[in-house]
């Protein structure tokens, strides 16, 4: 019998902005970039705005930029958190966050067919 494989850790944040305008928007995507990609276990990064033409009854749209990583696992998100360039991008941006949620979940990569 295998061991069975560690999950994976997705990490999705959700910024409202109390100055949603675009060069904001802009602003925050470029820190994202900036400070967030170069953490050791990642496996996937990206982030992007609120796409305005999706407007089922079921899309939240109460953000305007979202952020998007899957880690290689729990530890990695866990050293991702502490690392000093993800403080840094927390000290630098907060202060235009209205609201912020995060969405972690296990995940494990599903075989397509």
């Known amino acids: 019998m295998s061991a069975p494989t560690e999950l994976q850790l997705a990490h999705n944040v959700y910024f409202a902005l109390k100055d949603n305008s675009e060069a904001?928007?802009?602003?925050l995507l470029q820190a994202c970039r900036k400070y967030?990609?170069?953490?050791?276990g990642i496996v996937f990064f990206?982030?992007?705005?609120l796409a305005e033409e999706l407007r089922r009854a079921v899309n939240d749209r109460e953000f305007?930029?979202?952020?998007?990583?899957?880690?290689?696992?729990?530890?990695?998100?866990?050293?991702y958190q502490d690392a000093p360039l993800h403080h840094q991008f927390v000290a630098e941006n907060r202060d235009n966050w209205k609201k912020v949620r995060v969405f972690d979940s296990a995940v494990e990569e599903a075989a397509m067919a």
């Open 24 to 27: 904001a928007r802009n602003k």
């Open 36 to 40: 967030l990609t170069p953490h050791p």
């Open 64 to 79: 305007d930029v979202g952020l998007h990583i899957i880690f290689e696992n729990q530890a990695a998100h866990d050293r």
């Open 46 to 49: 990206a982030c992007g705005v």
